[in-house]
């Protein structure tokens, strides 16, 4: 929903009049940052408004369309032997039949072709036959929201290739001759570094090719806070800036003062520093974080150009206004407040810094700062602060920074001269990169449990220990450290052992998982969780993007009782994961052996049976209710049945019974008088039982 832009006309012209009118001087300053911040809003809402008017008509959806592009990314491996890539259309060869000729169909499509992961697309400019729908994901107060990102992405619809033609005809403007030569580079390295054992990782840190990471990848760079270090962003074209500058400066020197004088100097400086981190933007993809940290470099080459003192604060403020003006949507990202979060960081730690600080000293104040500093923002994020982050990053910076970086660049040239050399440049960077993964793989088997503290305490540290570090004293930043390390130590194991959060009337929320089911039952400072959602191997957990952040956003630190309805993946998805993640008090279940099975041998965790008995949570009656005959699969479920008695409410979960299941527990609650007519029943239909007509369940009771 955007504001109405007769709103922002009328509050841009009442805050004009304001600062035209107003004698006092505060008045008048509040009034034109009002005014700054109503353009801004203008700014984004035209941008929001223009995105927006891009929608598939309804009727389009589920045929079978054809439509004409260019790729515009780099085709990677998906889920379910899948091909998935980006698609900028050009030509849609059907239009939508509709009076209302304005509409505007999607630009930019999210496309997978199933059955052809290890394909590659017939050409760069292609005619495809697609069936496609509008942009929907799972909705839910946290986690991770598949809708946003797309909307942020720019993708206004998405489906699934059923055929492939190359098409010449296709006209190839320069921005789809650029994602040409991007793929052409991306095949370039992928062929050259083929034989490397670490191939992925070079792919994504010399061209931004992250598509090859495996999900062991993606789990230790999770594990270890190093995600930054494959995501091609301030860090590296910072190293890439500070290299061309290095040598350009070094061979400027080495040229007589009458050639060049000082001012040349700078601008080629300047030119070559700026062209070097450009091609290697070019090079990486030139992803949203990358011309974010290019903005920025631009901004401090433009301050060094003309010699000028500028404070660090006025470079960031102007690096910030020129990437909101270029793209508004950048807010929507996580990285955009973590690297100009990092950045503010670094510049209230080290600008204006009077005492002297070896590269050891630096580099522990600069790693400890960020880890305070950026902690409040993940919090936000609902991202844990892995204890063993500060350490990894503490070794993988510098190994990146002076050695990884400058061989696999100074490899990819020398290969690219000198093809010959290429049995001595691969096993040279796949060992640079091998050093690092075994260090990063070390770390992250170690037992660091992520901290999980309140808002306001994480808060309170971070500004302590970022107060601290600029005492001028040479013990600030000893005592900032030993203060955190005290803080670890004696703080936070009691705040491990928090209770739940307290909720005076009970709560029932279903969450939206998709194909399966999650519920959360809390009442006072109990919860029953029933299902845990799907959950596809190395693809999607519903448990860690889906329950896990709501819990930790709802206070909840403890599942008093689990009920697994029944073994089937979509209901027991990430079981074993949640039970890693949070303390259970028990597990009930329909199939006792498959989801001990699921759970592994590692966890100590008893399974029980669904007995016909109950128990009191809390001032709810809880029920169980199965079919017993060693029944399996669906009609093996754990019905749940929830009664508060002072509301004469009641929650019926029923699983995925079957129809004839359904009887069988309708005849056993009338043989209990469970059926009582004054009560309120809230019942969840199972989802394999609605197929059949609504004469059931509900209806009935």
């Not at 450009?278 to 949203?288: C, E, I, K, Q, S």
């Not at 903005?295 to 102007?318: E, I, Y």
């Not at 306001?456 to 005592?479: H, N, Q, S, Y």
């Not at 079919?627 to 979960?653: F, Q």
Request: aromatic content about 8%.
């Amino acid at each position: 929903m955007l504001p109405p832009p007769q709103w922002i006309v009328a509050s841009f012209i009442t805050a004009f009049c304001i600062a035209f009118r107003a004698r006092q001087y505060p008045l008048r300053r509040m009034a034109v940052v009002s005014m700054a911040l109503i353009i801004g809003l203008a700014w984004a809402s035209w941008h929001a408004d223009r995105r927006l008017a891009e929608r598939l008509p309804a009727g389009m959806e589920g045929q079978r369309l054809s439509v004409s592009g260019y790729v515009c990314d780099i085709p990677s491996p998906g889920s379910f032997n899948s091909l998935r890539f980006s698609f900028c259309v050009t030509q849609w060869h059907e239009r939508p039949h509709s009076p209302n000729q304005a509409i505007k169909l999607p630009q930019l499509l999210r496309l997978a072709w199933y059955g052809h992961a290890e394909r590659r697309l017939p050409s760069h400019r292609l005619r495809l036959e697609l069936v496609l729908k509008r942009p929907h994901g799972a909705l839910n107060d946290a986690g991770f929201r598949y809708e946003d990102w797309l909307f942020r992405k720019g993708y206004r619809a998405t489906g699934t290739v059923r055929e492939v033609v190359p098409d010449q005809a296709v006209m190839c403007s320069l921005k789809c001759r650029y994602h040409e030569a991007h793929h052409w580079i991306a095949n370039w390295v992928e062929h050259r570094f083929a034989s490397a054992e670490h191939r992925p990782l070079i792919s994504s840190l010399l061209v931004g090719d992250r598509g090859h990471l495996t999900p062991t990848h993606w789990k230790v760079l999770q594990a270890t806070g190093t995600i930054h270090l494959v995501a091609i962003s301030g860090l590296h074209l910072g190293l890439i800036a500070l290299g061309a500058g290095f040598l350009v400066r070094r061979l400027l020197l080495a040229l007589p003062l009458t050639w060049v004088g000082e001012v040349v100097q700078r601008r080629c400086l300047f030119a070559a520093v700026m062209i070097c981190c450009l091609v290697y933007a070019l090079m990486a993809g030139f992803t949203v974080p990358t011309q974010r940290a290019l903005l920025m470099v631009l901004v401090g080459g433009w301050s060094l150009l003309f010699a000028r003192q500028l404070p660090a604060w006025q470079a960031w403020v102007w690096a910030l206004a020129a990437v909101l003006l270029l793209d508004p949507f950048a807010p929507l990202d996580q990285g955009f407040w973590l690297s100009f979060g990092a950045v503010a960081v670094l510049i209230w730690v080290f600008a204006a810094g009077l005492r002297p600080l070896g590269w050891l000293g630096t580099l522990l104040l600069a790693q400890g700062a960020l880890f305070a500093g950026l902690w409040p923002l993940l919090q936000v994020f609902g991202q844990d602060q892995p204890l063993i982050g500060g350490l990894a990053n503490l070794l993988a910076i510098p190994w990146v920074s002076l050695v990884v970086m400058p061989g696999l660049i100074g490899g990819a040239v020398v290969v690219a001269i000198v093809p010959a050399a290429i049995e001595v440049v691969v096993p040279f960077c796949d060992g640079l990169m091998g050093i690092l993964w075994v260090v990063l793989t070390y770390l992250a088997e170690l037992p660091s449990p992520a901290i999980n503290v309140g808002p306001w305490e994480v808060i309170g540290l971070a500004g302590l220990v970022l107060l601290l570090v600029k005492v001028p004293t040479p013990g600030g930043g000893t005592c900032a450290g030993l203060l955190f390390v005290a803080w670890l130590a004696v703080v936070q194991p009691p705040t491990l052992q928090r209770p739940n959060a307290h909720l005076v009337e009970p709560e029932l929320r279903v969450w939206d998982v998709g194909q399966g089911l999650a519920v959360l039952v809390r009442h006072q400072d109990t919860v029953l969780l029933y299902d845990t959602g799907p959950a596809v191997p190395g693809v999607f957990s519903a448990v860690e993007s889906t329950l896990l952040p709501n819990l930790k956003a709802l206070g909840i630190n403890r599942i008093d009782t689990l009920v697994i309805s029944h073994a089937d993946s979509d209901h027991s998805g990430g079981l074993a994961t949640l039970a890693r993640s949070i303390q259970i008090g028990k597990l009930v279940t329909g199939e006792v052996s498959a989801v001990q099975e699921k759970l592994g041998e590692t966890s100590g965790l008893v399974v029980q049976p669904c007995a016909v008995a109950g128990e009191e949570l809390a001032g709810l009656h809880i029920h169980y209710w199965h079919a017993g005959d060693s029944r399996t699969g669906n009609d093996a479920s754990c019905v749940v049945r929830i009664e508060h008695a002072p509301s004469r409410t009641e929650w019926l979960l029923p699983g995925d019974i079957s129809a004839a299941t359904e009887a069988l527990y309708l005849s056993h609650l009338r043989g209990q008088g469970s059926l009582a007519a004054d009560v309120t029943r809230l019942v969840l239909a199972p989802h394999h039982a609605a197929r059949h007509p609504p004469r059931r369940s509900g209806c009935q009771l």
